[in-house]
């Protein structure tokens, strides 16, 4: 029986709720104080907490923030008495699992909450990070391929939640972060996760269009438009209709080119190069760039008025390096695709190439790792893959590995500063290994904060 901790300070909010969702099948224990809400969860584990925002004594941010820090494997759903679009962003973007505003409708507060239970599952659960339909019941919406997978990091289960909540809309997404990051997967996730799921995903690179084609590729042509054009071809706007468009490397657009991509946009119609017949559309459109749009329009080359079209939600995909607590994850789960696709059974990593990953910096991020594995995997013969499998470049570049560091100490005078040095680089090795470099979890056997273990991790340079 999963546990929900109700904190209101309104008496008959938190009774009524408490016992809707005890007929429900949850055990429910109601608390009307931020401090008396932490006094529990210290005591107790609880899958959930439903919390008003406003409180006597606090507010519904500040436990949010107090329950990620401390009590990571517990959600968090806000309850608030009116409807704020950036507050409610803001609370995703530090972890609630959702926002619901005043008055209560028992349905939804249900469905919310199952939901909410369903995904706290496979962020606590999930070891082989990929998710699947797993019913038809649209309580856990959450749909992926292959190519999405699900992180240990605070940052990969933030960017979970920002997916959540942004996919059953409408709204345009602008995806950011820098090259290799896997934006075409989180595009295709929120896709999958849309009421559009079941009309067509289509992709296209606008990076390597030219100003010639790009006409034709988005909104398409009549046979003999143009000279050369020996047959009709359906644009991507049209292919995509009833579905989502995604667009990679929008900033790569000449202006002339935005102009009619704006037009389309505000119009929501096309017409075919050569044609007077209007086709209406319903399409969303998700857009990816690695440069910064804002400082393009401040250049003139990106227009202004398109990009608040696109902006009406962003998300920043964090890089590799961002998500150490990660790559281990991503690690075994391309070896497992890569074992699929070779028919091998590889069995894992030596020692030495867990230590070159974690401390290499990843400057091609999620699809950097993903050829390097799929490589080393094609290359190695035994049941392991060996730091020889791996490129030159990563084996001899991994300027902060374990095995370098080694060698440094080796070198160093045998004072006292050095020795207590040594001592504190074995202890915190130590601890990384047991926990998979789960720096959280590190930081809470060493009896010490987060902050304090990256400060020595980087005294000892291991900080990653």
Excluded at 154 to 163: E, G, R, T, V, Y
Aim: hydrophobic share 40%; with cysteine.
């Amino acid at each position: 029986m999963k546990n929900i901790l109700i904190v209101d300070d309104e008496l008959n909010i938190g009774l009524l709720l408490s016992k809707f969702l005890t007929k429900n099948g949850y055990k429910v224990k109601t608390v009307t104080t931020g401090v008396k809400a932490i006094d529990c969860l210290s005591k107790e584990f609880f899958d959930l907490v439903l919390c008003d925002y406003r409180l006597e004594d606090t507010d519904g941010k500040e436990i949010l923030i107090k329950i990620r820090e401390n009590y990571p494997k517990t959600g968090v759903i806000i309850i608030t008495g009116y409807s704020d679009i950036k507050l409610a962003v803001e609370l995703i973007k530090l972890g609630a699992h959702d926002y619901i505003t005043k008055p209560l409708y028992p349905d939804e507060i249900l469905n919310t909450i199952n939901k909410a239970i369903e995904i706290q599952n496979v962020l606590n659960d999930n070891h082989t990070s990929v998710v699947h339909q797993k019913d038809n019941t649209n309580n856990l919406v959450y749909i992926a391929d292959n190519n999405f997978i699900i992180g240990e990091s605070i940052a990969s289960k933030d960017l979970l939640k920002q997916i959540m909540l942004v996919a059953p809309t409408n709204y345009s997404v602008i995806l950011t972060g820098e090259s290799g990051t896997g934006k075409e997967s989180v595009a295709k996730a929120i896709h999958l996760n849309s009421p559009r799921k079941d009309h067509p995903f289509v992709a296209m690179d606008c990076g390597s269009l030219t100003k010639e084609l790009a006409g034709t590729e988005f909104f398409g042509h009549e046979k003999g438009a143009f000279t050369g054009a020996m047959y009709t071809k359906i644009g991507h706007f049209e292919l995509a209709n009833g579905g989502t468009l995604f667009l990679d490397e929008v900033g790569n657009l000449s202006y002339e080119i935005q102009a009619a991509l704006l037009r389309t946009v505000q119009e929501r119609k096309v017409k075919r190069l050569g044609s007077t017949k209007e086709i209406v559309l319903d399409v969303r459109i998700i857009v990816a760039t690695n440069e910064n749009l804002v400082i393009a329009m401040q250049n003139g080359r990106f227009r202004e008025d398109l990009y608040h079209r696109f902006n009406e939600f962003s998300i920043n995909l964090p890089s590799l390096s961002a998500r150490g607590e990660d790559i281990m994850v991503f690690a075994m789960t391309f070896l497992n695709l890569a074992n699929a696709e070779l028919n091998k059974n590889i069995q894992g990593f030596s020692k030495e190439v867990e230590a070159c990953f974690l401390t290499y910096n990843w400057p091609g991020n999620v699809r950097e790792l993903k050829n390097v594995v799929r490589r080393a995997t094609l290359l190695t013969e035994g049941q392991v893959i060996q730091l020889k499998a791996l490129p030159l470049e990563i084996s001899t570049y991994a300027k902060k590995s374990v095995l370098d560091f080694s060698e440094q100490r080796q070198q160093k005078p045998r004072d006292l500063k050095n020795t207590a040095m040594d001592a504190e680089y074995e202890a915190i090795i130590k601890v990384l290994q047991e926990v998979n470099y789960n720096k959280t979890k590190a930081a809470k056997i060493l009896n010490i904060d987060r902050k304090t273990l990256y400060n020595k991790m980087k005294a000892v340079n291991l900080d990653t």
